[in-house]
Antibody
């Protein structure tokens, strides 16, 4: 049974760095072609893809946010961590992590976490 | 402005059929597989369709999808009030080396 759960602060101040952890079970990031991705959704708005990490440690980032994002994995703990630097009010969103069982040409996210709402406010 | 273009909203009566389009380009839909996601109010998105037209075990066969060239289409038959929510298409863009989503389509079952 595949599960993912996001954890981190619910509230951050402007200019702070956000660190989110995705803890998963039911699969391993050492399996060839396995990936984990982060996606966010501002309140009332569309999904926005942020980053993806592959089983072989390849990493891909949103073009508009790549200077502020870092994704990493700890395969021994079944965790993927996303950091977002210099948070601002526009970064207020629900952040989701999801499993990607195989990258392109497919790349679908088949299991998602419940999401964590992060609010940026002083 | 999303890389993939979806209609903002569609609506139909219970029991009827509806289609949702997703338009892209040769660097995304034209090159890679499309997946579709359903997001019911207050819940996380859920995979509905992958690899253009395949259904995961949890997706009823009322949902179908296709891809042609640089466009994709999601179809829902036998509409139910429980289908109301937002639907997103997504694929990889090989020119940008990023995953892209459509702007989402809000389905209303009248």
């Amino acid at each position: 049974q595949v599960t993912l759960r996001e954890s981190g602060p619910a509230l951050v101040k402007p200019t702070q760095t956000l660190t989110l952890t995705c803890t998963f079970s039911g699969f391993s990031l050492t399996t060839p072609r396995m990936c984990v991705t982060w996606i966010r959704q501002p309140p009332g708005k569309a999904l926005e893809w942020l980053a993806r990490i592959h089983w072989n440690d390849d990493k891909y980032y949103s073009a508009s946010l790549n200077t502020r994002l870092t994704i990493s994995k700890d395969t021994s703990r079944n965790q993927v961590v996303l950091t977002v630097t210099n948070m601002g009010p526009v970064d207020t969103a629900t952040y989701y992590c999801a499993r990607v069982p195989t990258p392109e040409p497919r790349g679908e996210a088949d299991y998602w976490g419940q999401g964590i709402l992060v609010t940026v406010s002083s | 402005q999303s890389v993939l273009t979806q209609p903002p909203s569609v609506s139909a009566a219970p029991g009827q059929k509806v289609t949702i389009s997703c338009s892209g380009s040769s660097s995304n839909i034209g090159s890679n597989d499309v997946s579709w996601y359903q997001q019911l109010p207050g819940t996380a998105p859920k995979l509905l369709i992958y690899e253009n037209n395949k259904r995961p075990p949890w997706t009823p066969d009322r949902f179908s999808a296709s891809k042609s060239g640089t466009s994709a289409t999601l179809g829902i038959t036998g509409l139910q009030t429980g289908d109301e929510g937002d639907y997103y298409c997504g694929t990889w863009d090989r020119s940008l080396s990023v995953w892209v989503f459509g702007g989402g389509t809000k389905l209303t079952v009248l």
